[in-house]
């Protein structure tokens, strides 16, 4: 049996992986390079929306990389103008820049906060961000983080946020009060890394309304949450609210690399020739992945898939564990859950996968499911048969 080496000599010490490499995959099973397989419950960290070699994503992809992989922006790339198209009719807003990753969708959108204050004359805009909140690894998508891990050693951080609580309105009208720099507000609707913390719905209509009443900006990070994942595209369409700019990545084109910003009239017409642009963003390869991953979600069916069978997961998940009194929260929507214990819990990453089922877990006690849109209410049992056990030892040590 091949052995999976435990260090690298030659990539840098970036990350603490479980001790597997994966070699292949299907729907929502993969097998790693011993043989052994998983259920796959973690998605690439909710990137794989439609799980592994799905059999109409594969020969569109097949396909387009036999015709062209990439191009360039000096061009014109066709599936940007239908990818953009879909995008405007399921956000309801009116333009599309794209990108390759989730961070540099966000970058995108603090560079389209502060020349909107330029715009209207704020010399030195400011940016209202949340605690716990997790915007990306760049200088200025880590500065906007609410997350001192992240910060660390990277200091002097970028200036110009203003940190608050979350789902707390009060409070983010006592640190805006006065300031005539503030140009935006800007969080996830549900916190990913944060430990899956969910903005209420009177929260963010509340919000909504105090962006209209400042003119700020009202921008919403729907990289983990959108595409879908909590059984609508995008998780603050259930507050019947939008935003003025949602960045968009992970999900948005199944595992291939791909972000956006999808922006609302008050924004649509920030950047200008020369503003802003991207080598790989838009390239043809990952814009027909995004278009491809769109048709299948609508052909499939797969937004009530992800609700009725989040629903599913989340019920099962209560019954077995809820009632444990080391389990503060079971929490998330769609098929993005979070179980939140009373104490760290990373090591449950590899005992899971010994087990035969890949998770996270974020902010050190928050057990994260975001499996592919595909899941099944048999495989749900099937992830709760494997986790509840491992918990509940666990919680016994
Ligand atoms: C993952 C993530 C990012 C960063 O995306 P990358 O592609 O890793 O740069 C930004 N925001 C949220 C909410 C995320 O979950």
Redesign the pocket.
């Known amino acids: 049996m091949a052995l999976i080496e435990a260090s690298s000599p030659h990539t840098m010490n970036t990350y603490g992986r479980v001790p597997i490499a994966l070699s292949h995959g299907q729907g929502v099973r993969v097998w790693d390079v011993n043989g052994k397989r998983y259920l796959d419950a973690l998605a690439g ?1 909710a990137v794989n929306t439609l799980g592994h070699n799905h059999p109409k994503l594969v020969p569109a992809l097949q396909d387009q990389v036999a015709r062209i992989i990439h191009s360039s922006n000096y061009y014109h790339v066709p599936n940007q103008e239908k990818l953009a198209a879909k995008l405007v009719e399921l956000s309801g807003l009116s333009n599309v820049f794209f990108c390759s ?3 540099e969708a ?1 970058e995108a959108a603090l560079k389209l906060a502060r020349k909107f204050g330029h715009d209207k004359g704020i010399a030195r805009p400011e940016i209202v961000v949340y605690e716990k909140a ?3 690894r760049s200088i200025a998508t880590l500065s906007a983080t609410g997350n001192p891990k992240v910060q660390k050693g990277f200091e002097p951080l970028l200036e110009g946020f203003i940190r608050v609580p979350l789902n707390d309105v009060e409070s983010l009208k006592r640190a805006t009060e006065g300031n005539p720099n503030v140009v935006a507000v800007f969080f ?1 609707t549900i916190q ?2 944060g430990g899956i913390n969910p903005m209420r719905i009177e929260y963010l209509q509340q919000v909504r309304q105090l962006c209209d009443q400042r003119d700020w900006l009202l921008m919403i ?1 729907e ?2 949450c959108g595409m879908g994942r909590t059984g609508k595209w995008f998780a603050h369409q259930w507050a019947g609210i939008k935003p003025d700019v949602m960045p968009l ?2 999900g948005l084109g199944s595992g291939v690399p791909i972000g956006a910003v999808v922006a609302g009239p008050r924004a649509a017409n920030i950047f200008q020739p020369g503003n802003h642009g991207t080598t790989f963003g838009g390239n043809p390869l990952a814009m027909r992945a995004g278009v491809e991953t769109i048709r299948i979600v609508e052909e499939d069916g797969l937004l009530d898939n992800a609700a009725r069978v989040g629903s599913h997961l989340k019920g099962a998940l209560v019954r077995e564990l809820g009632g444990l009194k080391s389990v503060r929260e079971i929490r998330g929507q769609g098929l993005m859950l979070g179980i939140e214990l009373d104490r760290p819990c990373g090591v449950l990453t590899n005992r899971a996968a010994e087990a035969g089922l890949l998770i996270s877990v974020t902010a050190d006690s928050v057990i994260r499911l975001v499996p592919p849109l595909i899941l099944t209410e048999a495989e749900a049992d099937e992830i709760v048969a494997l986790l509840a056990p491992l918990v509940t030892a666990f919680l016994r040590e």
Do not use: R, S, Y
């Open positions: 960290i990753t989730g961070l966000n997790f915007h990306g996830e990913g890394e990070d990289v983990q990545a992970k």
